[in-house]
């Protein structure tokens, strides 16, 4: 499945976005679809993550209270809602496909196992 991640931009601190991530379809194989990102100088890491088969959902710590992702199946469109935005959440964002039910999504050796990523999205929080 090919994924396209938008919505980033440049936000001050305390504000929001809500990036899009549009596949080119959902199919039955399509499990789950994770957030990352990857800040200057850090490793990439899993922010959040969704079922596409349940809805099931999960987060980084550091983003559970402030972020949302969401899906619509008709649209083949996961959604992050960002609030509360600092800045070190700055980074660029990248969706991609993630294992079923998200299961160690977010683990080094998955991310570093991903050989695609996709173009990914910019967001700045800054004052």
């Known amino acids: 499945v090919q994924l396209q991640a938008s919505g980033g931009g440049m936000v001050r601190p305390g504000g929001s976005l809500r990036l899009s991530c549009k596949a080119s379809e959902f199919t039955p194989d399509d499990s789950a679809i994770g957030w990352f990102r990857q800040a200057p100088g850090k490793e990439r890491e899993g922010v959040s993550c969704?079922?596409?088969?349940?809805?099931?959902?999960s987060y980084a710590d550091s983003v559970s209270d402030l972020f949302t992702i969401s899906r619509d199946n008709a649209e083949a469109t996961v959604y992050l809602r960002m609030n509360n935005l600092k800045p070190e959440d700055t980074a660029v964002y990248y969706c991609a496909t993630a294992p079923p039910h998200c299961l160690a999504y977010a683990a080094p050796w998955y991310i570093a196992g991903k050989d695609f990523w996709g173009k990914g999205t910019q967001v700045t929080v800054s004052s």
């Open positions: 969704i079922s596409l088969r349940d809805g099931s959902t």
